[in-house]
């Protein structure tokens, strides 16, 4: 493979004039630059892609963290984000953070050093914590999923406490008065957020809250099933559960099986997310569609746009949801 010496020795120039016709050719007369370039093409030489970002500080790549890549909500997002990569030639360097600070920290550090010239996060963690001093963070930072709509950086999600709100009267209207929650991790905004919608509801319809009939678990189908069991061996008056993801939910559906429970006969049970494992659940999953891939495309075009140097206020879009209905919430109103 040709080198830059070997270019500078057939153009007859030195290698720093090589350098420069790649780098800025304007600095050069037209007939110096035209046989270098002629004899970068007789020798088909490239210019080092490396040598290029040291001098444009870019590295056309964008840093994804995530909480827990095996999460199917989370890898749904991030499909969404690759496809957005491709269409805006960015490369994606993807991170399971295990929603440590720490790691995620060093994300921040990657920016700040050249390594990825932007970060998509879509843990709940916003940037002035990652970042103290985040007024004056010169990097393209954008939060999706489970984001403070009132940060200084563009933010792409849900509205968490209107769409746990919907699913709740949901619950409601099919006659179901004893309805037991299994949250997710309590420090969670997106958790505080949808116990809010699930209180809303419940205080529209003129019923009273019970604190002891929430469980709180991770957002995983292991963490659904072991709150399950410890709920439903306490209180087996309940008539439905509302499951604040969809892998909780499949959890809780395995522990309800185990405990003799007949769905959705003795039991309702509804999710979140709209994963594609609910459809094929016994029953299948009621569940809230929040638009995953959607999500990722729109969080990846905000950071494309600030990345092309787009003179662009803060936006904190709020994507829509859907109630999917299926069969796994019975209406009781005749019992």
Same mark, same amino acid.
């Given at each position: ?71 199917? $909500? ?111 991790? =309590? ?21 009273? $809250? ?15 099933? =072991?709150?399950? =069991? ?79 140097? =787009? ?25």
């Amino acid at each position: 493979m040709a080198q830059i010496r070997d270019v500078a020795r057939r153009a007859g120039v030195s290698p720093a004039t090589v350098s420069r016709a790649f780098s800025d050719p304007a600095k050069l007369s037209k007939d110096t630059l035209a046989r270098v370039l002629a004899a970068a093409t007789d020798l088909k030489y490239k210019p080092s892609s490396l040598a290029q970002l040291f001098r444009e500080k870019r590295t056309n790549t964008v840093l994804v963290m995530v909480p827990d890549i095996a999460n199917v $909500f989370f890898a749904r997002v991030v499909s969404g984000i690759e496809r957005g990569a491709v269409e805006s030639k960015l490369n994606l360097v993807v991170s399971d953070t295990g929603d440590d600070m720490d790691i995620e920290r060093v994300g921040i550090e990657m920016v700040q050093t050249y390594r990825a010239d932007g970060l998509i996060q879509l843990g709940e963690r916003p940037l002035n914590e990652l970042l103290p001093n985040e007024e004056h963070a010169q990097i393209p930072f954008v939060q999706a999923i489970s984001a403070d709509p009132r940060g200084a950086y563009p933010t792409v999600g849900i509205d968490d406490r209107s769409s746990s709100a919907m699913m709740a009267r949901h619950l409601i209207a099919q006659g179901h008065r004893r309805i037991g929650v299994i949250a997710g991790l =309590q420090n969670r905004l997106v958790t505080q957020e949808r116990l809010k919608g699930i209180k809303d509801a419940i205080a529209d319809a003129g019923l009273d $809250f019970d604190d002891t009939i929430v469980e709180y678990a991770p957002y995983s189908m292991g963490g659904g099933e =072991q709150a399950a =069991q410890r709920l439903l061996s306490r209180a087996r008056h309940l008539t439905a559960l509302f499951c604040m993801s969809d892998e909780i939910a499949i959890g809780a559906i395995r522990a309800a099986h185990d405990l003799g429970y007949d769905l959705p006969g003795d039991l309702s049970i509804s999710g979140f997310d709209n994963i594609e494992f609910g459809k094929y659940c016994t029953p299948p999953l009621t569940t809230v569609m929040q638009p995953a891939e959607k999500i990722g495309e729109v969080a990846m075009a905000l950071m494309s746009d600030m990345l092309t140097g =787009q003179d662009m206020p803060v936006v904190h879009e709020m994507l829509p949801t859907e109630l999917v209905i299926r069969s796994s919430v019975q209406n009781i109103c005749g019992e």
